[in-house]
């Protein structure tokens, strides 16, 4: 009996279907996508902002069925605080001396593995992490006013 993939992928947690330092890249894409809110890298401010504006978004993003969508696993998956702090700090230190190719260059590679793990997440995978790129920036501006 051949189970199509798509099927047999949902049964499985998508979790799962990464290594732990490729879902910590999934992750840490969320943040980079959100580091021109912060207007440099040893802006503060800019970071702290950048850290309520994530905490919300994983909150809300742990009320959605992440069963079978992966984009909303990982932005839920920034929900716990220590851990959302910690990954900023992280990903903080990994931009600090690279440019805005090599930056960009993680963020891509995210989306690569996601098209060759699970090709049917992909789309919504790209376009959260465009959302929440957005979502931050407006975010940022209602705390400037």
Known sequence: MNIPRETAL?????????????WLSLQ???VLVCRHAAQGSS???????IERAL????????????EK???LAVLASLADDAFRRQLIAKVRDDIADR?????RA??????QLVEAICAEQSFSFRAML?????????????LDN
């Open 99 to 103: 440019s805005e190719p090599a930056v």
């Open 43 to 49: 802006d503060d401010p800019g970071w702290e902002k």
């Open 130 to 142: 465009t959302l929440v790129s957005m979502e931050i920036q407006s975010f940022q501006t209602g």
């Open 69 to 71: 969508n992966l984009a």
């Open 28 to 30: 840490s894409s969320v």
């Open 10 to 22: 949902h049964k499985l947690e998508l979790r799962s279907l990464f290594s732990d330092q490729d």
């Open 55 to 66: 905490e919300a978004l994983a909150k809300d993003a742990t009320q959605e069925s992440k």
């Open 106 to 111: 993680l963020t891509v590679r995210s989306g």
